[in-house]
């Protein structure tokens, strides 16, 4: 294989890529579940010799689709969306051709430099104030340890770093039990620990109590401990809760606390003003974090991070051995100082093909569509005899049940094994229900409507 031979072959890609999505809808969305029915398909160790790529790829047209779960299926309907838009995956192919390792503005002045601008553009989108600028990571996971690390070291002024953590007094993070796991995945790899990870009461509403943030740091002060930081939500995963992210804040900042909100879902919707009311205050924020990877359309992986002030970020996670330094050249950003690994993909050429190529109308009227179509649907599921709506939908998520937990799994379980769609499940208030988001790209009212009559027949 060689560059002559991968013209030939991208461009077989490309059509095998155009006649996959062409033909997605006939597919069943979720993969049938056999383990090991894959890796069964593959030899058990390495070729010694080369082989034609007429096999391997017939080898992977033949084994890897009916492995696949479609994630780019019109009628995905579980956790959120991962959406690759036509012009993203474009894009990545460009950005796969250069294989430029973006880690210091020398390595590809170009991949650092559309980054910046790009971090900028998405600022504007979100209608966030000019002070705010940031950086692209791999996944939220990334974004929040790094905020979280941050934390510690300005907690411990910037002692955990050079002397480690024993010893030191016990640092203490807040966060309502709405938010991610990868808050608490954070605090364990921080080696804050899970215990010290408050989680603050929600209100009927699913909110953070700012009353009971306020009482919590209080309690911890007078305890000894040393509070290092909040966690706001801004559309939690389970069933899409936000914080009063402005109150919170302003509780935070009375104890001089960082605030990191995490808005990796619902973060895309703000580039519709009237959503904006839902994280009202976001501008108070040290470090806000959304994927354009989930609802936008800029395919995995794409994570924003935006940094009021990046100085305490890049003071946590920057390291300049010699090998680099960046000759003479103090004006320029260094990215890899802002985020955990040192290695960085050309990502922001996604997002600079997604923001062009439909524009901000284009991609608000899919996040209108997509709001509207499951408020929609979650009438109509409402009229289903036995069905309850469970949480009503916080921009395109809801959940519903049936009336015991065994009806609703065992429902969610035909729905998903007979694929026309496919749903997930949470744990709402110790009930099992049923998630529906609606934010596939390229879903139209058909496929959502679509739901109801699967449910119906499902019953
Ligand atoms: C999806 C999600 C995450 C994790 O995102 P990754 O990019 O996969 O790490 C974190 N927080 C919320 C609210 C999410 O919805």
Known sequence: MNHDDLRHWSKRAADWAHDYHANLRDRPVRAPLVPGAIARQLPVSPPEVAEPMETIFADFDRIVPPGLTHWQHPRFFAYFPANASPASMLAEQLANAIAAQGMLWQTSPAVTEIEQVMVDWLRQSLGLPQDFTG?????????????????????????????GLHGQPRLRIYASDQT??????????????????????TD????????ALHAAIAADLAAGFVPAGVVLCAGGTSVGAFDRIG?????????????????????????????????????????????????????????????RDPGPQVKTLGLRP?????????EVVNFNEWTVPLGRRFRALKLWFTLRAYGLEGLRVRIRNHV????????????????????????????????????TEALLTRINDEGRIYLTQTRHQGRFVIRVQVGQFDCTAQDVAMVETVVREGL
């Not at 104890?255 to 839902?278: K, Q, T």
């Not at 069905?387 to 009503?392: D, F, N």
């Open 372 to 407: 509207t179509w499951a408020q929609d649907l979650a009438v109509a599921l409402s009229k289903l005899k036995g069905v309850e709506i469970v949480t009503q939908p916080a921009l395109s998520l809801f959940t519903f049940a049936l009336e015991d937990d065994a009806k």
């Open 204 to 211: 009927a509403s699913l909110s953070m109590v700012p009353e």
């Open 247 to 307: 109150d919170c804040i302003a509780v935070a900042k009375a104890h001089d606390l960082p605030v990191h909100v995490d808005a990796a879902w619902a973060g895309s919707a703000m580039i519709c003003p009237e959503f904006r009311s839902l994280w009202a205050g976001v501008e108070g924020a040290d470090s806000i974090v959304f994927n354009p990877h989930k609802w936008l359309g800029a395919q995995f992986d794409c994570a924003v991070q935006f940094l």
């Open 135 to 163: 950086t692209i990571h791999d996944s939220a996971t990334t974004a929040t340890l790094s905020a979280i690390l941050t934390m510690r070291e300005q907690a411990l002024a910037w002692a955990g770093l050079t002397q």
């Open 322 to 330: 010699t090998y680099l330094e960046t000759a003479g050249r103090e």
């Open 180 to 201: 991610h796991s990868s808050v608490d995945k954070a605090v364990r790899i921080a080696g804050i620990g899970q215990e010290n990870l408050v989680k603050i009461a």
